[in-house]
């Protein structure tokens, strides 16, 4: 798997996953449409990671890494405030962030295409 593969799931899953959340959700919290925002992000920096360009590939790992530690913080939250629904919406895109900071880390050298 590529960087660019792993950034397209997670921008993908962050869109989706925040619009359903919203539309789901009783208390319509601009909390939950943060995900769409850098999902957004992570979906236009995606063309430039695919032909290699190191700025775009870097810049959406900071935003992949930043994301990941907020949404740790917030899935902490629903934890303990006992909402499953927001457990899992928390986790899903927790484990997609870790999935593309790991394929960055570790496949760092590989070509994109």
Do not use: C
Not at 22 to 34: E, I, P, R, T
Not at 50 to 67: P, Y
Not at 68 to 86: A, D
């Amino acid at each position: 798997m590529t960087f660019q593969k792993s950034n397209l799931i997670h921008a993908t899953a962050s869109i989706l996953m925040s619009l359903w959340m919203y539309y789901d959700a009783m208390n319509k919290d601009f909390g939950l449409l943060v995900p769409l925002l850098y999902g957004v992000v992570l979906l236009s920096l995606n063309d430039g990671i695919r032909f290699d360009n190191v700025s775009q590939k870097r810049a959406a790992f900071g935003i992949t890494f930043l994301s990941f530690f907020y949404l740790l913080y917030t899935g902490f939250q629903k934890y303990h405030s006992n909402e499953p629904e927001q457990i899992y919406y928390f986790g899903i895109l927790g484990l997609t962030s870790i999935l593309s900071v790991v394929v960055f880390i570790f496949f760092k050298g590989n070509k994109s295409s």
